[in-house]
Each structure stands twice: as C-alpha cells, then as structure tokens.
C-alpha cells in the first residue's frame, strides 16, 4: 500500500499563476485534509472532506479550493498564487475509528 | 475554537536525559488528543493519542504522555533520549466532532551525544 501520496514535491509558481496540487490514497478513508505548515506556526487546516462530495473550510481557506469526486482523490486548487501561499503542503487522511491521521511526504510551494 | 500551546520552540536534551515536551489546550476537553512526530524533509506520524480510556497513554519509540485535566495538559516525556529522538513533535487536539484538528507550533527536539 502507498499510503498517501502527493505530487508534485516542489514547484515553483510566479505570482498569479495557478497549480494544483494533487493527494491521493488507497487506504479507502473517508476523510481527508490539506494543511499548509509554516516555520513556527504549526499544521493550519486549510480544507476537509468528509467523504465524497462532501468538503468544508478549515482556518486558513481564503485563496484555496477543492474538490472530491472521489474517495482516493482529494486535489487542491490555487487560482492566484500570492507570495503567502508560499508553504509546505502536507495531505492526511483520517481513520473513521481511531481518528489516527495519516499524511503525505508534503509539497514544498514557492510562489515569487 | 480549540487551540494547543507548546511552550519551547526548541530543546535540547543530553542523550540518555529525560525528555520533556510540554503541551497545554485550551480549556474545554477535547475528545481526542495527539502527539505527531516529524523528521526532516518528511510528512507528520502519530506517536500516540488520549482518547479518554486512560490518562497515561504510551506510544511508540518509548514516549509516553499523561493527561491531566486540572492542568489542561499533555505533555510528551521519554526516560532516556536517544540520538535518533531527534526531530520536531506537534500536539494536536480535535474538535469536539472530531473532524477538525488544531496543531500546536512544534517543538524542535535536539539530543546532545
């Protein structure tokens, strides 16, 4: 099992540009995270999903979107890139039961 | 909203010294509470979780922690560091669905041979 993979690593963006940024499990939960991770604040939730069709805003949405058409895949979306959108990228699933998450290896983001 | 408090950006600890990871949430119990694990150039790894069955949960690698609801705490500790402890811990809490989950700031952990 791959577990939670995410693609790409790095990448580069200009200002104004758009990327999506892609997750996708096979460990078959219904639940699943983006979070961006900024030297010394931590995991910010950025968007959710319960399940297929179903997604909501975490604590930082503003510049985001996503979608889930799928249980395995759970893309996000930057329309615009700004300077602040510069971040480490981490994807997790959530174990129904235990409520254990599971992240991705993260994608570094620089948005110049 | 819940929030975690780490206090200690950075500690550094003699190899074989305890170690002591300090994490304080905000006032209401949260149903579930974490610790995450991070080596470099890596994703998060649960190291353990309180989900009310005991106060005093272990987890991997010889880490323990105790939850104390007069304290609002659950800090992290491990008897003897080795040089492989090494990387930086987040605490993290639930809401009280347990859909969304609030990260502390991280602690970076150093053991000093």
């Not at chain 1, 991705?104 to 620089?110: I, V």
């Amino acid at each position: 099992n791959a577990g939670v993979t995410q693609t790409p690593k790095f990448r580069i963006l200009k200002i104004g540009q758009s990327m999506t940024l892609q997750c996708t499990q096979d460990m078959n939960h219904n639940y699943m995270y983006w979070y961006r991770q900024d030297p010394g604040m931590g995991l910010k939730l950025i968007y959710y999903s319960v399940g297929a069709g179903i997604t909501d805003k975490g604590e930082v949405p503003n510049g985001y979107n996503v979608s889930r058409s799928t249980t395995e895949d759970f893309p996000l979306r930057l329309e615009l890139a700004a300077p602040s959108q510069t971040s480490v990228y981490f994807c997790a699933t959530r174990d129904r039961l235990t409520y254990e998450q599971y992240f991705g290896p993260g994608t570094r983001l620089t948005v110049t | 909203a819940q929030s975690v408090t780490q206090l200690g950006s950075h500690v550094s600890v003699s190899e074989g010294a305890l170690v002591l990871l300090r994490c304080n949430y905000s006032s209401s119990v949260p149903p579930y509470l974490f610790w995450y694990v991070q080596y470099p150039n890596q994703g998060l790894q649960l190291l353990l979780k309180y989900t009310s069955a005991a106060t005093l949960v272990k987890g991997i690698n010889g880490f323990e922690a105790e939850f104390k609801k007069s304290e609002t705490s659950f800090h992290l500790t491990k008897p003897s560091a080795h040089m492989s402890d090494a990387a930086e811990y987040f605490c993290a809490v639930s809401d009280p669905t347990g859909n969304q989950f609030y990260f502390g700031t991280g602690t970076s952990l150093t053991v000093i041979p």
